[in-house]
């Protein structure tokens, strides 16, 4: 299946730590003919400069409120959402 527009939710800080936008960003780079956008909250410590330094746009969130999420997702007309969060179920 292809897709055409993809939204990775993740986030990180100086206290959870990086792993999950760096796992996400390996794998962004599997869809190489697919809009790729990150949707992360800007918490102390982030690496939200990695996602624009490897070319992918990102939305900065308030919170991890699934309305903010949903309101987003019809925004950019999202064929396939990654979530990469604890917090989220």
């Known amino acids: 299946?292809?897709?055409k527009?993809?939204?990775i939710r993740a986030d990180s800080s100086s206290t959870?730590?990086?792993g999950h936008i760096m796992r996400d960003i390996v794998l962004a780079r599997q869809y190489k003919s697919t809009n790729i956008t990150f949707a992360t909250?800007?918490?102390d410590g982030n690496i939200n400069?990695?996602?624009k330094q490897n070319g992918?746009?990102?939305n900065i969130l308030k919170s991890n409120?699934?309305?903010?999420?949903?309101?987003?997702?019809?925004?950019?007309?999202i064929d396939l959402l990654i979530i990469d969060h604890y917090e989220i179920d």
Do not use: P, R
């Open 1 to 3: 299946m292809s897709y």
């Open 16 to 18: 959870i730590g990086t």
């Open 56 to 58: 992918y746009k990102i």
């Open 41 to 43: 909250q800007d918490l």
């Open 49 to 51: 400069d990695k996602i």
């Open 65 to 77: 409120d699934i309305k903010e999420l949903d309101k987003l997702i019809k925004k950019l007309n």
């Open 5 to 7: 527009n993809i939204l």
